[in-house]
């Protein structure tokens, strides 16, 4: 009978995860879990790498010391202080590469990596340093001389290499759809020319702001190219809650953010559902769901707390780990060949350059 409280449709027997009342509204803040049916579960003895958006340092930092085999192939000298290490980025990420924020980053990293595209883009030479113009921050006063720069440039491609030769997970957190890039070769920069070193100049510097299509299209050819090379690998997307700093648009940075991540959701949930062994984690979705009341920014609402990360943490290690396995605190250590001048060492914190647009303008 139309309209009978026992007519039969296909809401009657979802499960709780899927209605708002029991999943969202009814539970504490802190026993939210939007993860479901994740496809795969990463054991202990799996190398898993990380790159990405700001928010993908804390990732990386809590997979370390969680227990997993987290790999690093740029490890800094043996013998350096770990702060130091830091300050220099090593071990922020499996590799000194710095933030990777857009799609077109990490393709053309790969591509860099494996000899398939050479930028035109030559080092940004400062008063009291040279910087690698696609990592501006990893080494603070920049190299020394062009040599130091070659040499820690060439060595950081081949440990690149071997992450994505040798890993067997892989976790890339999508951060931004803005950027700019070379005009002469459409060379991906993480950040502005002149925020973090250089000089800008509208004749060789453009700006775009990448579309779910396009995102689409360079993370399908990255991941394409990458099981050319490792068929075996899963990847990992998430998106992350930070929200942009300021925006090349003319518009609101609140408007831009919500377009921004709102791209990158939808790639990611096509990127999903068209190759195998790559899964969607809701780290986006924990942070800025409404179920927190914002608990999860600091004041500045775009800085993420530490028991944002946790939630975030507890549920990635309950979903996608095989928590059956023990496990030691461990890392794998980059072979010796990946081991420039041992000078060439040490940064981390959350480092994101970025942040230096604010920073760049209050003191213009």
Aim: proline fraction near 5%.
């Amino acid at each position: 009978m139309a309209g009978s409280s026992r007519s039969k449709h296909p809401y009657r027997d979802l499960s709780d995860y899927t209605r708002w009342s029991k999943a969202v509204s009814s539970p504490d803040y802190a026993d939210v879990d939007p993860v479901s049916n994740f496809p795969f579960r990463i054991t202990a003895d799996e190398k898993v790498a990380t790159a990405g958006s700001c928010f993908a340092q804390h990732i990386a930092r809590h997979l370390s010391k969680s227990g997993f085999n987290y790999f690093v192939t740029e490890d800094g000298h043996p013998l350096g202080d770990a702060d130091l290490k830091n300050k220099f980025n090593y071990g922020v990420y499996s590799a000194r590469y710095g933030n990777i924020y857009t799609s077109r980053q990490l393709l053309q990293l790969f591509k860099r990596a494996f000899l398939l595209f050479k930028p035109s883009e030559g080092p940004w030479i400062e008063n009291d340093g040279i910087i690698d113009p696609f990592r501006p921050a990893i080494q603070p006063g920049g190299f020394k001389t062009l040599v130091e720069y070659d040499e820690d440039r060439k060595q950081h491609l081949r440990a690149v290499r071997r992450i994505f030769d040798e890993c067997d997970v892989f976790v890339f957190t999508l951060g931004l759809t803005e950027h700019w890039y070379c005009r002469s070769d459409g060379a991906a920069l993480p950040v502005c020319p002149g925020v973090a070193g250089g000089t800008f100049d509208p004749e060789r510097y453009g700006f775009a702001n990448l579309t779910v299509a396009e995102v689409v299209t360079d993370m399908s050819e990255f991941i394409s190219l990458f099981r050319e090379v490792n068929p075996r690998v899963k990847i990992i997307l998430t998106v992350s809650p930070v929200p942009l700093a300021a925006t090349a648009e003319n518009r609101h940075v609140l408007v831009s953010t919500v377009y921004s991540k709102s791209v990158l959701r939808v790639a990611a949930e096509e990127l999903t559902s068209k190759f195998k062994d790559v899964a969607y984690f809701p780290s986006y979705e924990i942070i800025t769901g409404n179920f927190n009341r914002g608990r999860y920014f600091a004041d500045d609402l775009r800085s993420v707390t530490e028991d944002g990360v946790t939630h975030v943490m507890r549920l990635f290690l309950d979903h996608a780990t095989d928590l059956s396995t023990p496990r030691e605190v461990r890392q794998s250590k980059p072979d010796n060949q990946y081991n420039f001048i041992n000078e060439m060492q040490n940064v981390v914190q959350t480092t994101c350059e970025e942040n230096l647009i604010e920073s760049s303008m209050s003191n213009s």
